[in-house]
């Protein structure tokens, strides 16, 4: 079945250091990918999403590439900010499916001033 | 106020009872999904309905049901709680392009 892995965490950063948070999917397709953000104590949100092998999402400085050929959608970020302390998830959609949502195991990112 | 509501935020309960989580949105999406979230497995899907007269399991129905009021209304139910169902449990709502979900705040259930 479809499945999505991401790096295991947490991951503590400095203020400002850069950011890669991995992900990975297998999928018998090409689904949509999407990497959604969950601040404490609330839901998740939608952080970006790509639709297409090469697209690249991109929302409040971070970014992602769909990589057909490495099966890969990893969440990068130049320069992080306290703000940006949550758990990241990743996941697929396919496009024969019925919103169905496969989640990764999720990230926590804690950054520090 | 919040697109998306649930009630309780937090609850503790025992095992054998029956519990209801309640989720309301006024978004005026059609599709609803019931997830719940465990430490280091991400979300799994337990039930989603496409409109009030179309429900169908997820991946981890077992255990739960669930009812659709009304298009803005969907609950879910443990009929009869256990220990592992302890979890926090998220409803989500979308329109008929599902790329993007709109998540309520969780509830958080203990089952002692």
């Known amino acids: 079945g479809d499945s999505v892995t991401q790096m295991e965490g947490p991951v503590t950063l400095s203020e400002e250091a850069c950011l890669t948070i991995?992900?990975?999917?297998?999928?018998?397709?090409?689904?949509?990918l999407f990497w959604y953000v969950q601040y404490p104590g609330e839901g998740l949100q939608l952080l970006l999403k790509a639709t297409k092998a090469d697209d690249k999402g991109s929302n409040k400085g971070f970014e992602a590439t769909y990589r057909k050929e490495t099966t890969s959608f990893h969440l990068e970020k130049g320069s992080v900010q306290v703000s940006d302390s949550a758990v990241y998830f990743c996941a697929l959609r396919m496009g024969t499916s019925y919103g169905k949502l496969t989640f990764g195991q999720g990230t926590i990112l804690t950054v520090h001033p | 106020d919040a697109d998306v509501t649930q009630t309780p935020r937090n609850r503790i309960t025992k095992t054998g009872k029956r519990i209801m989580l309640e989720c309301s949105q006024t978004k005026g999406h059609d599709r609803m999904y019931w997830y719940r979230q465990d430490p280091g497995l991400g979300l799994r899907l337990i039930y989603y309905?496409?409109?009030?007269?179309?429900?169908n399991k997820g991946e981890i129905s077992d255990g739960y049901s669930v009812s659709r009021q009304a298009q803005a209304k969907f609950s879910l139910s443990l009929e009869s709680a256990i220990p592992n169902q302890t979890a926090l449990y998220f409803c989500a709502t979308s329109d008929w392009e599902p790329e993007t979900q709109y998540f309520g705040p969780g509830t958080r259930l203990l089952v002692l």
């Open positions: 991995n992900c990975t999917y297998t999928a018998t397709g090409y689904p949509s």
């Open positions: 309905s496409f409109d009030v007269k179309d429900i």
